[in-house]
């Protein structure tokens, strides 16, 4: 089984500051690695996965994430903010037994204000 | 391409009742998977079904059951419901199931009183 650490429930920013959302996974086998925002309202959007290979995934809307093996993290970071990043975003893992099963974990807030 | 699409957006239903809510896949995605999100639970998988057949499951009860038709959409039915069942129910479709892109729908609002 795997499980899924936001370590952050609200992250409170200023526009144009960079930012840094973190997860930290646990499982015991290979896993793959996924963050996604949802709006307002809305369904989950995907910024962004790691399925193998270079360990520094970019996504959109300027996210990317670094996939950290020895300290099982894959944190996400954006150098510049807007207003309009304000949304939840959630780390998910699967493993590559069950891959279409996401673990998602609870959720960072990000709020960013002017 | 249309995106996924879910009916109802909003339901109100009272405990002790069932439902049944619909997932509109993006056309050509054969594998539908189904989360529901609460406030105080997050988002948990329910199932998975991929080709008509029920391919992963989550934690829980049986009162919770979907299935997939020849055309790819989907229905989740939970019966007897509970309080507890208040939840976002989200739907999300990809082309061939495991690691690739999940679509996800708006989900649909139940409210169990």
């Known amino acids: 089984a795997q499980s899924v650490t936001q370590l952050d429930s609200q992250v409170p920013v200023f526009e144009e500051a960079p930012v840094e959302l973190r997860c930290n996974y646990s499982s015991s086998v290979s896993v793959y690695l996924f963050w996604y925002v949802q709006y307002p309202n809305q369904g989950l959007q995907l910024l962004l996965k790691?399925?193998?290979?270079?360990?520094l995934v970019k996504g959109i809307n300027g996210f990317e994430a670094e996939f950290n093996k020895s300290q099982t993290s894959f944190h996400l970071r954006k150098p510049s903010v807007h207003i309009s990043d304000t949304a939840e975003y959630f780390c998910?893992?699967?493993?590559?037994?069950?891959?279409?099963?996401?673990?998602f974990g609870t959720g960072t807030r990000l709020q960013v204000t002017l | 391409k249309a995106g996924v699409t879910q009916t109802p957006r909003y339901l109100i239903k009272t405990r002790g009742q069932q439902v049944t809510l619909s997932c509109s896949p993006i056309?050509?995605?054969?594998?539908v998977s189904w989360y529901q999100q609460t406030p105080g639970q997050g988002l948990q998988f329910l199932f998975e079904y991929f080709s008509e057949t029920q391919r992963n499951k989550g934690n829980f009860p049986g009162r919770f059951s979907g299935r997939q038709f020849s055309n790819s959409r989907s229905e989740m039915n939970v019966s007897t419901l509970e309080l507890g069942d208040s939840a976002l129910y989200l739907c999300a479709s990809s082309s061939a199931g495991g690691p690739y892109e999940q679509y996800f729908g708006p989900g649909t609002r139940l409210t169990v009183t």
């Open positions: 790691y399925l193998s290979g270079s360990t």
């Open positions: 998910a893992v699967s493993s590559t037994g069950t891959a279409s099963k996401l673990t």
């Open positions: 056309s050509g995605h054969r594998s």
